[in-house]
């Protein structure tokens, strides 16, 4: 799959906006006033800002309004309603702690619910795809999950938290590697049941429909960053994981906390171009590539 | 709306042969001639005159090279459009409905005036049937041509698909894949019609007719049981080894 910068930056900075919206929304840390208000601010821009490079890929962003009317299937409008809604719940439990001083508890659980449904339905628009089998499986929306909740703990300065989540979310994103590079092979689809020309014999592509390249090439077979994988898995693991850990376990400074989040969000950034770049979609198939 | 029907009233669609197709491209031409001007916004082309020519079509030819675990190998030209799949993954997966598959005659459309252009849709078919235009910025697929097959303001012949009005070897078939009597459907059962890629769970309308098997020119023809070929002694080899002047050869350079 074409590894799109908008889509790369919505997935990465919207999971950890929303991330630390549940956090928040746990009352952990248990902040009130201006502190409140800086933290909120953060989860906002975080969550907002993804949200925002999102509508970037859409040939019509002001149509945009129209992707709340089919939740009943669509994983993407349903998205649409859990972000709005876990906005607005969460800026009303925000409003209490930053000027009344009340943390509104059931509120806050609500938004933090919301938030992390949030999470879960971006991860099903790729989840959802039997076209793409590296991304089809439950472990997808529980890496993504982990990855926000991880996340959102190391923002919320909930050290003892994202010590445990960070080498979880670890964990699921090796294992998520290790059955994506399978994944293809053992879907069953093949340019054997692609062109269903197996029973005669080995299928190969002599000749594509045109000299040229076309949108469907462009946007789902995308092989030129692959070369990399192993260097950018490896980067995505030493700065999305293993150096934030590091960096916990060293006495606290505002700016050892500050390397922690940036290392993290790199890290998070590398494993996400991955997670496209490496997709292969079936439709390669019917160009004899993958 | 995106949730699919129950059930459609007929299964218009596709019956493309594979025996049959020439790989000419004319019903890639006549498709992307129809369309570009009527239903829909036009389907683009970007740098058509560069190095770097790239468009939009709803309709393309591949073409294959398969190897027998003996004999020659087969080249074989695989047109491949949208299916119309009864299970379409594209429809439901679309956010804004613009996407939606009609329950009179099981026609998968997109409504242009609907569309953000977000692609999920092109993301979900496996067969790559949906291409986003480029200058448009909305998702273009095959409409089995439902400005042409209802028109009462063309003649009766032209009232199917472009591609199929134009196909010069008869390689493609339009009709109801819901009627069991119908032409396609004695079409398909005759011929063993298959589906592509039945393990994505699309259930696919559009057949296709695989190639019927080849005869071999080292071996005799198959023949059916019973029959008796009348020629077959008097063309059978008359010498398996080489005699005279070709035999004397042979041997002599055998030996050297």
Redesign the interface.
């Given at each position: 799959?074409h590894p799109a910068p908008s889509v790369i930056i919505f997935t990465t900075l919207s999971g950890l906006g929303f991330g630390l919206l549940v956090w928040l929304g746990l009352g952990r840390p248990d902040v009130t006033g201006w502190m409140a208000f800086a933290f909120f601010a953060i989860a906002y821009a975080l969550a907002v800002g993804g949200l925002m490079a999102s509508t970037f890929?859409?040939?019509?962003?002001e149509?945009?309004m129209?992707?709340?009317?089919?939740w009943?299937?669509?994983?993407?409008?349903r998205e649409?309603w859990l972000s709005v809604m876990a906005l607005i719940v969460m800026a009303l439990y925000g409003a209490g702690l930053v000027f009344l001083g009340t943390p509104w508890t059931a509120l806050g659980w609500l938004g933090a619910a919301l938030s992390l449904l949030t999470v879960y339905s971006t991860s099903m628009?790729y989840g959802?795809?039997?076209?793409?089998p590296r991304w089809k499986t439950p472990l997808t929306p529980a890496l993504m999950a982990a990855i926000a909740l991880a996340g959102g703990a190391l923002l919320a300065g909930q050290a003892p938290a994202a010590l445990i989540l960070l080498p979880v979310a670890a964990v699921l994103q090796v294992l998520w590697w290790v059955r994506g590079d399978m994944a293809l092979s053992r879907?069953?689809?093949d340019?054997a049941?692609?062109?269903?020309?197996g029973?005669?014999?080995?299928?190969?592509?002599?000749?594509?429909?045109?000299t040229?390249?076309?949108?469907?090439l462009r946007?789902?077979v995308h092989v030129v960053g692959r070369k990399h994988s192993i260097k950018l898995r490896v980067i995505a693991l030493v700065l999305g994981y293993v150096l934030p850990v590091l960096l916990l376990l060293a006495p606290f400074t505002h700016l050892v906390a500050f390397l922690a989040v940036a290392s993290h969000l790199a890290g998070i950034a590398a494993s996400r171009w991955l997670f496209f770049a490496e997709a292969e979609?079936?439709?390669g198939l019917?160009?004899g590539k993958r | 709306?995106?949730?699919l029907p129950e059930r459609t009233e007929k299964k218009l669609g596709l019956v493309i042969d594979?025996d049959t197709c020439v790989g000419c491209h004319a019903c890639?031409v006549s498709c992307k001639g129809w369309n570009t001007e009527n239903y829909g916004a036009p389907l683009s082309d970007q740098d058509p005159y560069g190095s770097?020519?790239?468009?939009?079509?709803l309709n393309?030819?591949?073409?294959?090279?398969?190897?027998?675990?003996e004999g020659a190998?087969?080249?074989?030209h695989?047109p491949?459009s949208c299916l119309h799949c009864e299970d379409a993954?594209c429809?439901?997966?679309?956010?804004?409905?613009?996407s939606y598959k009609r329950v009179e005659d099981g026609i998968v459309l997109v409504n242009e005036t609907?569309?953000?252009?977000?692609?999920?849709c092109?993301?979900?078919?496996?067969?790559?049937a949906r291409?986003?235009d480029?200058a448009?910025?909305?998702m273009k697929k095959c409409t089995l041509c439902v400005d042409r097959i209802y028109n009462e303001n063309l003649p009766e012949e032209d009232r199917e698909p472009a591609c199929v009005r134009t196909c010069p070897a008869g390689a493609r078939h339009f009709g109801d894949l819901g009627d069991p009597d119908s032409d396609v459907s004695q079409l398909v059962e005759a011929r063993g019609g298959?589906?592509?890629?039945?393990?994505?769970?699309t259930k696919p309308v559009n057949k296709?007719l695989?190639?019927r098997p080849k005869d071999r020119m080292d071996r005799p023809a198959v023949q059916p049981e019973g029959d008796i070929d009348v020629l077959a002694p008097l063309l059978k080899p008359v010498a398996e080894e080489p005699k005279g002047f070709i035999g004397w050869l042979d041997k002599a350079l055998e030996k050297i």
């Amino acid at each position: 799959m074409h590894p799109a910068p908008s889509v790369i930056i919505f997935t990465t900075l919207s999971g950890l906006g929303f991330g630390l919206l549940v956090w928040l929304g746990l009352g952990r840390p248990d902040v009130t006033g201006w502190m409140a208000f800086a933290f909120f601010a953060i989860a906002y821009a975080l969550a907002v800002g993804g949200l925002m490079a999102s509508t970037f890929h859409l040939g019509h962003p002001e149509r945009a309004m129209k992707a709340f009317t089919q939740w009943r299937t669509s994983w993407l409008s349903r998205e649409a309603w859990l972000s709005v809604m876990a906005l607005i719940v969460m800026a009303l439990y925000g409003a209490g702690l930053v000027f009344l001083g009340t943390p509104w508890t059931a509120l806050g659980w609500l938004g933090a619910a919301l938030s992390l449904l949030t999470v879960y339905s971006t991860s099903m628009i790729y989840g959802q795809l039997t076209t793409v089998p590296r991304w089809k499986t439950p472990l997808t929306p529980a890496l993504m999950a982990a990855i926000a909740l991880a996340g959102g703990a190391l923002l919320a300065g909930q050290a003892p938290a994202a010590l445990i989540l960070l080498p979880v979310a670890a964990v699921l994103q090796v294992l998520w590697w290790v059955r994506g590079d399978m994944a293809l092979s053992r879907s069953g689809t093949d340019m054997a049941s692609a062109t269903q020309l197996g029973d005669i014999g080995a299928v190969r592509a002599f000749e594509p429909p045109h000299t040229g390249t076309n949108y469907l090439l462009r946007e789902f077979v995308h092989v030129v960053g692959r070369k990399h994988s192993i260097k950018l898995r490896v980067i995505a693991l030493v700065l999305g994981y293993v150096l934030p850990v590091l960096l916990l376990l060293a006495p606290f400074t505002h700016l050892v906390a500050f390397l922690a989040v940036a290392s993290h969000l790199a890290g998070i950034a590398a494993s996400r171009w991955l997670f496209f770049a490496e997709a292969e979609h079936v439709v390669g198939l019917y160009y004899g590539k993958r | 709306m995106t949730q699919l029907p129950e059930r459609t009233e007929k299964k218009l669609g596709l019956v493309i042969d594979l025996d049959t197709c020439v790989g000419c491209h004319a019903c890639v031409v006549s498709c992307k001639g129809w369309n570009t001007e009527n239903y829909g916004a036009p389907l683009s082309d970007q740098d058509p005159y560069g190095s770097a020519p790239s468009g939009t079509f709803l309709n393309r030819v591949h073409s294959y090279e398969v190897q027998p675990e003996e004999g020659a190998a087969q080249l074989i030209h695989f047109p491949k459009s949208c299916l119309h799949c009864e299970d379409a993954p594209c429809v439901t997966v679309c956010p804004t409905g613009a996407s939606y598959k009609r329950v009179e005659d099981g026609i998968v459309l997109v409504n242009e005036t609907d569309c953000i252009g977000c692609g999920l849709c092109a993301w979900a078919c496996p067969y790559g049937a949906r291409e986003m235009d480029a200058a448009e910025g909305v998702m273009k697929k095959c409409t089995l041509c439902v400005d042409r097959i209802y028109n009462e303001n063309l003649p009766e012949e032209d009232r199917e698909p472009a591609c199929v009005r134009t196909c010069p070897a008869g390689a493609r078939h339009f009709g109801d894949l819901g009627d069991p009597d119908s032409d396609v459907s004695q079409l398909v059962e005759a011929r063993g019609g298959v589906d592509l890629m039945p393990e994505q769970g699309t259930k696919p309308v559009n057949k296709y007719l695989p190639p019927r098997p080849k005869d071999r020119m080292d071996r005799p023809a198959v023949q059916p049981e019973g029959d008796i070929d009348v020629l077959a002694p008097l063309l059978k080899p008359v010498a398996e080894e080489p005699k005279g002047f070709i035999g004397w050869l042979d041997k002599a350079l055998e030996k050297i």
